[in-house]
C-alpha cells in the first residue's frame, strides 16, 4: 500500500513538472490576471453558482423531454393566449407606471408643489403594499360584494354598477399603483442630480419649458426611466398573488395551475418561454441602453430651479393626492378597519401568532443564509476578477429574473427525487428563498465592497493570511452594515413572498402571505387584514434604505 502510494505521488510529481502541466497553470494565472482564489473560496462560490441554477436548469431539461405533442397542444392552444394577456398586462402597466412616476417625480422635485418635501417620501409608500395585499383592498371596496356597488343599486339615478375588478382593467390598475414607485424612485434621484446649465443654455435659445423638457431633461431621464421599466415589467412577469386574486391569467398562474394538477411537463414548457420572455426583454433593455447614452460634461454643477406651476397648481396637487390617496390612504384604511373587527372577533388567536412565528423564522433563515453567501460571491468579483467570476455573477442573478413559480417548480422536481429527506420541509422554503432574493445582499455588500482600498486585502495577504480569512477577519467587520442591510431587505422581501411558500411549504406550515391569501380568497377578509397589516408595517423597513439609495 505504502508502494503504491509513493507511485502516485511521484506521478503527480512528475506531471506537474511536465510542459503540459507548466502550460495549464500559466492559462490558469492569466484567467485570473496573476492574482487566482484559494480553493475554499473558489469552491464555495461554485457550489453557490450550482445551486442558484437549479431552477433554471430544470425547466431547460424538462421542457426538453416534454414531447413534440405537448408542446404543439400548448403553442396551439394555450400558449398564445398565454402570451397575449401578458405581454398586454405588462406593456400597460409598465406605460401607465412610467407616465405617473415620472411626473410626480417631476412634479415633486422641479415645481413649487406645496408639501414637497413631504411628498418625496410619502409618494414611495405604496412599495411596502405587496399587490397581492393591495388587491385585497381594492376587492373590499370595488368587488361585486362591496359597499360602493350597493351604494349604486341604491341609486335610481346612476345606473349599472360600471366596475369589474375581477378584468384585465382591475389587474393593470392594481399592478400599477403599488408598482409605480420604483420609476419615480429612480426618476427623482436623475432629477436631483441634473445639471441647471444645460437649462439656461437652452433657455437662451428661446426654447420654452416644455420644448425643454422634451428636448432636455427627458433625454438625461431616459436611462433612469428604462430603469424604472424593466423593473416594473419583470414585476408583472412574475406577479403571482395579485392576478390570482383577481382571476386573471398569465404565465405564472398558468404554471401553478399546471403544476397543481401534476402536469409538470407542461408546467416546464410554460417555464421556459416565460424565461425566454424574461431573457428577450432585458437584452431589448441592454441594446436600448447602449445604443443611447447622456452625458453631463459641465464640471459646474447648479442645482436644477422650482418651476412655478401657476394656474396649474391645484390641479397638479389634486392629481397627486389622488394618486396618495388610492395607492396608500385607501388600502392601509381597509386593512385597519377590518383588523379592527378582525380583533374585536378574536383574529389575534394561537393560530396567528404562529402563523407570524412561521414567517419570522422562515425570512430570519433566509436572510442569515443570503448574507452568508453575498460576502465570498461579491469578494470574488471584486477582487479576482475572471471569466469565471463573471459567469458565477451573473447565474447569482438569475433568481431575481425568475418568477417565484418556476424556482418552486424546480426544487420540487430536484427535492423530489434527489433529496427526498428535504422534500417538504422548512429548509426547502428557506433556500427557495435565498435563490429568489439573494441579488438584494448582492447588491447591498457590493456598494460597501466597492467602498475598501484592495491595499487592506493586500496588507493582510502580506501576513499570510488565506484569501478566505481575509475575507471573514478582515472585509466583513469593514463592510458588516452593507450586509445587514441586504440581510433586511432579504428578511422583508421573503415576509411578503407567495408563490414559492404556496409551492414548497410542509403540511400545515402556514405563513402570513399564506393565510391572507387563502383568507381573502373566501371572503374572510375580517381574519386575512390583520397579517396583511403586519406585512405592510414590516415591509417599512427597507424604505429608509430605498430613499436614501434613491
Do not use: C
Not at 420609476?183 to 435659445?205: D, G, T
Not at 394656474?311 to 381597509?334: A, N, Q
Not at 455573477?393 to 423530489?416: E, H, K, M, Q, T
Request: hydrophobic share 50%; aromatic share 16%.
Amino acid at each position: 500500500m505504502r508502494q503504491m502510494m509513493s507511485k502516485i505521488k511521484q506521478h503527480i510529481k512528475t506531471f506537474s513538472q511536465t510542459p503540459f502541466s507548466s502550460a495549464v497553470r500559466q492559462k490558469w494565472l492569466l484567467m485570473w490576471h496573476h492574482n487566482p482564489p484559494g480553493k475554499v473560496l473558489f469552491l464555495i462560490g461554485i457550489a453557490i453558482a450550482f445551486i442558484m441554477a437549479i431552477p433554471l436548469f430544470y425547466v431547460i431539461q424538462r421542457s426538453a423531454t416534454a414531447g413534440v405533442d405537448r408542446w404543439m397542444r400548448l403553442l396551439d392552444e394555450r400558449i398564445p393566449s398565454l402570451l397575449w394577456n401578458t405581454f398586454s398586462l405588462a406593456f400597460m402597466v409598465t406605460l401607465f407606471a412610467v407616465v405617473i412616476g415620472v411626473s410626480l417625480a417631476w412634479f415633486v422635485n422641479r415645481t413649487n408643489l406645496p408639501g414637497a418635501k413631504y411628498w418625496r417620501w410619502l409618494l414611495a409608500l405604496p412599495l411596502v403594499i405587496p399587490p397581492y395585499v393591495g388587491a385585497m383592498t381594492y376587492i373590499i371596496v370595488f368587488g361585486p360584494s362591496s359597499w360602493l356597488r350597493g351604494f349604486f343599486e341604491q341609486s335610481t339615478f346612476l345606473g349599472d354598477y360600471p366596475i369589474n375588478i375581477y378584468s384585465f382593467w382591475g389587474v393593470f390598475f392594481t399592478l400599477t399603483m403599488f408598482t409605480y414607485p420604483y420609476v419615480y424612485l429612480i426618476a427623482s434621484a436623475s432629477l436631483r442630480k441634473m445639471n441647471r446649465n444645460f437649462e439656461e443654455v437652452a433657455r437662451s435659445q428661446g426654447l420654452t419649458t416644455s420644448q425643454i423638457f422634451w428636448r432636455v431633461n427627458l433625454p438625461f431621464l431616459r436611462p433612469s426611466i428604462g430603469a424604472g421599466a424593466i423593473l416594473v415589467s419583470l414585476y408583472v412577469l412574475s406577479d403571482f398573488g395579485a392576478i390570482s386574486m383577481l382571476r386573471y391569467v398569465t404565465f405564472t398562474a398558468a404554471i401553478y395551475y399546471q403544476r397543481a394538477g401534476f402536469d409538470t411537463e407542461s408546467a416546464s414548457v410554460l417555464s421556459l418561454v416565460l424565461i425566454i420572455a424574461t431573457v428577450l426583454i432585458l437584452w431589448v433593455e441592454a441594446r436600448t441602453k447602449s445604443k443611447s447614452n447622456y452625458y453631463q460634461t459641465s464640471n459646474q454643477f447648479r442645482e436644477p430651479e422650482q418651476l412655478s406651476l401657476g394656474r396649474w397648481k391645484w390641479f397638479v396637487t389634486g392629481f397627486v393626492w389622488f394618486i396618495f390617496f388610492v395607492s396608500v390612504i385607501l388600502p392601509i384604511g381597509v386593512l385597519i378597519y377590518w383588523s379592527y373587527i378582525g380583533i374585536q372577533h378574536g383574529a389575534l388567536d394561537h393560530r396567528f401568532f404562529e402563523f407570524a412565528f412561521n414567517s419570522f423564522r422562515l425570512s430570519s433563515f433566509a436572510a442569515i443564509i443570503s448574507m452568508a453567501l453575498a460576502l465570498p460571491l461579491v469578494y470574488l468579483k471584486a477582487r479576482h476578477p475572471s471569466i469565471i467570476t463573471g459567469v458565477i455573477d451573473r447565474i447569482s442573478y438569475v433568481g431575481y429574473a425568475l418568477p417565484g413559480v418556476i424556482i418552486a417548480l424546480g426544487f420540487v422536481f430536484v427535492f423530489n427525487n434527489h433529496l427526498p429527506i428535504l422534500y417538504n420541509t422548512f429548509y426547502v422554503v428557506a433556500i427557495a428563498f435565498v435563490v429568489r432574493f439573494l441579488p438584494q445582499a448582492l447588491q447591498s455588500a457590493e456598494a460597501s465592497l466597492n467602498l475598501v482600498s484592495p491595499r487592506v486585502d493586500e496588507a493582510a495577504r502580506s501576513l499570510g493570511y488565506p484569501p478566505w480569512k481575509i475575507m471573514y477577519k478582515v472585509i466583513f467587520p469593514t463592510i458588516r452594515p452593507g450586509i445587514l442591510a441586504g440581510g433586511a431587505l432579504v428578511f422583508v422581501s421573503a415576509i411578503k413572498e407567495l408563490p414559492a411558500t404556496l409551492m414548497l411549504r410542509p403540511p400545515g406550515f402556514d405563513t402570513l402571505a399564506i393565510r391572507v391569501h387563502y383568507e381573502a380568497s373566501e371572503a374572510l377578509y375580517h381574519q386575512a387584514a390583520p397579517p396583511a397589516l403586519i406585512i405592510v408595517l414590516i415591509s417599512l423597513i427597507p424604505l429608509r434604505y430605498l430613499l436614501k439609495k434613491y
